[in-house]
């Protein structure tokens, strides 16, 4: 069975990097795509971005200065890091499965940027 | 960016009713429309793909249409089960954006 488990801080000073990582077991990470969704307080949903089984990524525009996706596919994981973080990316973050259409989704991970 | 304009925001309904949801895109999609549900304290779920396709394990009383460029979610006899929030996504375009969400609940 895919599973998907984010893991990381849960709180993070503005201006600072988050930094997140996306364990999957039941599923190599060299196939398919591995994407970052996170939702906001109040409900909006916003796609981040993705990394391909080759490695390649895809980022939101409101977000690519700021975005980075990368792997390690010795230990089926991947990573993401959003720099220069504001009180705006408080927000729980999921990986999940999937470039643009997702099918495994981790349990999500609450973030809150607070000084 | 398209947006998906995503009604109503909430919804109360009694067991048994149908529901319908609805996303309106700003421009065409295609077919390439998908549906997430998101019960309380869960992650999402895949629900429908290609607007009209269900996903593996997904009940049958779900299903997806197109009109143009108006794709509805069905729940053709809601269950307690079916309380939560449900999503819309286009990913015809670059980037993937997401409808603002119906929170379902029980009348």
């Known amino acids: 069975e895919v599973q998907l488990q984010e893991s990381g801080p849960g709180l993070v000073k503005p201006s600072q990097s988050l930094s997140l990582t996306c364990s999957v077991t039941?599923?190599?990470?060299?196939?398919?795509?591995w994407g970052w969704i996170r939702k906001f307080p109040g409900n909006k949903m916003e796609w981040m971005g993705y990394?391909?089984?080759?490695?390649?990524?895809s980022y939101n525009p409101s977000l690519k200065s700021r975005i980075s996706i990368t792997r390690d596919t010795s230990k089926n994981q991947f990573f993401l890091q959003l720099n220069s973080v504001t009180t705006e990316d408080t927000a729980t973050y999921y990986c999940?499965?999937?470039?643009?259409?997702?099918?495994?989704w981790g349990q999500g991970v609450m973030v809150t940027v607070s000084s | 960016d398209i947006q998906m304009t995503q009604s109503p925001a909430s919804l109360s309904a009694s067991l048994e009713e149908i529901v319908t949801i609805t996303c309106q895109a700003s421009?065409?999609?295609?077919?390439?429309l998908s549906w997430y549900q998101q019960k309380p304290g869960k992650s999402p779920q895949l629900l429908i793909y290609?607007?009209?396709s269900l996903a593996d394990g997904v009940p049958s009383r779900f299903s997806g249409s197109r009109s143009g460029t108006q794709y509805s979610l069905k729940i053709s006899r809601l269950q307690v089960e079916d309380i939560g929030i449900y999503y819309c996504?286009?990913?015809?375009?670059?980037?993937?954006?997401f409808g603002g969400g119906t929170k379902l609940e029980l009348k």
């Open positions: 999940a499965r999937g470039g643009v259409l997702f099918d495994y």
């Open positions: 990394i391909s089984y080759s490695g390649s990524t």
């Open positions: 421009q065409d999609i295609g077919n390439w």
């Open positions: 290609g607007a009209t």
């Open positions: 996504l286009q990913a015809y375009s670059a980037p993937p954006t």
């Open positions: 039941g599923y190599s990470i060299t196939s398919n795509y």
